[in-house]
Nanobody
Framework: QVQLVESGGGLVQPGDSLRLSCTAS????????IAWFRQVPGKERQGISC????????YYADSVKSRFTISRDMTKNTVYLQMNSLKPEDTGVYYC????????????????????WGQGTQVTVSS
């Protein structure tokens, strides 16, 4: 059974940084694509970034390019999302999700492809 646990959220000011973690169990990370999504009330879940457990390829939403970095630690079965220069519009609940796959493409930022999800971690960016 796949389990995903997110951590690292919090309340920060604009311009600050946070690092989110997603620790997976019940799967072999090298066979999966791991993605981060953000959800705010009343809006569809938005794909932020994804990474391949197989070849380390990555993809980012345009809104976070150059500010966010996704990475993985295969020894810890953990994927990180380093978020820099945070903006109020980055506020939301951040979820990680996994699906079987190899090299990532833009399509892997669609929440509809994922079945296994974590419980989410709240990120609030406010002055």
């Amino acid at each position: 059974q796949v389990q995903l646990v997110e951590s690292g959220g919090g309340l920060v000011q604009p311009g600050d940084s946070l690092r989110l973690s997603c620790t997976a169990s019940g799967l072999t990370m090298g066979l999966y694509i791991i993605a981060w999504f953000r959800q705010v009330p009343g809006k569809e879940r938005q794909g932020i970034s994804c990474i391949s457990g197989s070849d380390n390829s990555t993809y980012y939403a345009d809104s976070v390019k150059s500010r966010f970095t996704i990475s993985r630690d295969m020894t810890k079965n953990t994927v990180y999302l380093q978020m820099n220069s945070l903006k109020p519009e980055d506020t939301g609940v951040y979820y990680c999700a996994v699906r079987r796959g190899r090299r990532v493409t833009r399509g892997d930022l669609s929440w509809k492809l994922y079945r296994d999800w974590g419980q989410g971690t709240q990120v609030t960016v406010s002055s």
